[in-house]
């Protein structure tokens, strides 16, 4: 189909998934090894797909992976059109839930999913009114039926979502020995900095952001991967 390219390609297993055309209009589950087509979704047309640039596609996916056995494919939970996020049922793609904003979509753009057993932490790209810099934001769901049950905002100042990775907190550098375990959202701050902050913080003492990498007078950083 035109313009309906991969966006994005991920596997868990005997299990490959594919996000493809703009805004991650279509979701596909294949068997890894063969090929063979497991179970395809339409999210939404093509045609009101948002464009994909550089860093930003517009959609991410993550598998979840609690109860996966090789007859069953693990459900899938998945964002689109930086707007949605949806839970598909892994053995045959049905919607198990959606969620979506609830407050000005048109300031705010889904960029990261990360999955786990109970929580799925997205993250979005807050574009701030009279600042060319956008500050971030984790929204926590139930895994279980899309339940909003927490958001906070991170101090944060950058220009696009391609300054934006999510981590292992044991592969950052100078984190304090308080740091919280699991996954950390990091960035490249408008300092010049390299911050990082957790996305499942205990309490909001422990969601400070803090600089894993300090700006360098002889070089500049100009990207993460």
Same mark, same amino acid.
């Given at each position: 189909? &035109?313009?309906?390219?991969?966006?994005?390609?991920?596997?868990?297993?005997?299990?490959?998934?594919?996000?493809? +055309?703009? +805004? $991650?209009?279509?979701?596909?589950?294949?068997? %890894?090894?063969? $090929?063979?087509?497991?179970?395809?979704? &339409?999210?939404?047309?093509?045609?009101?797909?948002?464009?994909?640039?550089?860093?930003?596609?517009?959609?991410?996916?993550?598998?979840?992976?609690? +109860?996966?056995?090789?007859?069953?494919?693990?459900?899938?939970?998945?964002?689109?059109?930086?707007?949605?996020?949806?839970?598909?049922? +892994?053995?045959?793609?049905?919607?198990?839930? &959606?969620?979506?904003?609830?407050?000005?979509?048109?300031?705010?753009?889904?960029?990261?999913?990360? #999955?786990?057993?109970?929580?799925?932490?997205?993250?979005?790209?807050?574009?701030?009114? $009279?600042? @060319?810099?956008?500050?971030?934001?984790?929204?926590?769901?139930? %895994?279980?039926? $899309?339940?909003?049950?927490?958001?906070?905002?991170?101090?944060?100042?950058?220009?696009?979502?391609?300054?934006?990775?999510?981590?292992?907190?044991? @592969?950052? /550098?100078?984190?304090? /020995?308080?740091?919280?375990?699991?996954?950390?959202? #990091?960035?490249?701050?408008?300092?010049?900095?390299?911050?990082?902050? /957790?996305?499942?913080?205990?309490?909001?003492?422990?969601?400070?952001?803090?600089?894993?990498? /300090?700006?360098?007078?002889?070089?500049?950083?100009?990207?993460?991967?």
């Amino acid at each position: 189909e &035109k313009h309906d390219q991969v966006l994005l390609h991920k596997q868990f297993g005997e299990v490959a998934l594919t996000l493809s +055309g703009n +805004g $991650g209009a279509n979701v596909r589950i294949y068997h %890894a090894f063969t $090929g063979y087509l497991i179970w395809e979704s &339409k999210l939404h047309s093509i045609a009101d797909g948002l464009l994909p640039v550089p860093g930003f596609q517009a959609a991410d996916a993550a598998f979840l992976t609690e +109860g996966a056995t090789a007859e069953r494919p693990p459900d899938v939970v998945v964002i689109s059109n930086a707007q949605t996020v949806r839970r598909l049922d +892994g053995a045959y793609g049905q919607e198990v839930w &959606k969620w979506q904003p609830e407050d000005d979509i048109s300031r705010r753009s889904l960029i990261r999913v990360i #999955a786990n057993k109970d929580k799925i932490h997205v993250v979005s790209l807050v574009r701030n009114a $009279g600042s @060319t810099y956008s500050s971030l934001s984790v929204s926590t769901l139930s %895994a279980h039926n $899309g339940q909003l049950l927490a958001t906070h905002d991170i101090p944060s100042g950058l220009s696009s979502a391609a300054d934006v990775v999510v981590v292992a907190w044991s @592969t950052l /550098p100078n984190l304090p /020995p308080t740091a919280n375990p699991g996954s950390w959202v #990091a960035w490249l701050n408008k300092d010049g900095t390299v911050r990082a902050a /957790p996305l499942d913080p205990p309490s909001k003492r422990f969601a400070q952001p803090q600089v894993v990498y /300090p700006k360098r007078p002889e070089s500049t950083f100009t990207g993460l991967v």
